[in-house]
């Protein structure tokens, strides 16, 4: 479902300067797309190009937003979680500063706390990055 703007900042665990995501976009049962901007003073930023880090970062936020949002749903708090692996990550370039990137993540598994997702990154209609990325939710939270 396409989703109104909301304050990404109440949907994941993450607080500037170290945010990689602007806004949630869209989600269903097993896919959630958000996008951002890269702004020049972006801590990722390297050179002038969003780096490979940044990148990876920003398909774990998306998947932080999609858990955030779907907790504010059923008045929840927002859960901390950390990423537990990353596999088959390829970024096949980098995109310079003031890009507009769109994520998109894909429920492939989800086990409790512990979700597998793929991940894939956009720049101007073209594949940027992709990986596949074990997540996992603080329990205790």
Known sequence: MQLAPQNILQLIPQAPPFVMVDE???????????????????????????????????????????????????NKPVAGGYIGAVKDFEVLFLPPVDSDLTTEIKI???????????????????LCARCEMKVFLNADE
Do not use: H, P
């Open 24 to 74: 949630l976009t869209y989600t269903d049962e097993t896919t959630t797309r958000s996008k951002f901007t890269i702004a020049a003073d972006n801590c990722m930023v390297f050179g002038g190009m969003f780096s490979e880090g940044g990148l990876m970062e920003n398909i774990a936020q998306t998947a932080a937003a999609r858990v955030g949002y779907l907790a504010s749903l059923e």
């Open 108 to 126: 492939e598994n989800q086990v409790f706390n512990v979700s597998v997702i793929s991940g894939q990154v956009w720049c101007k209609n073209e």
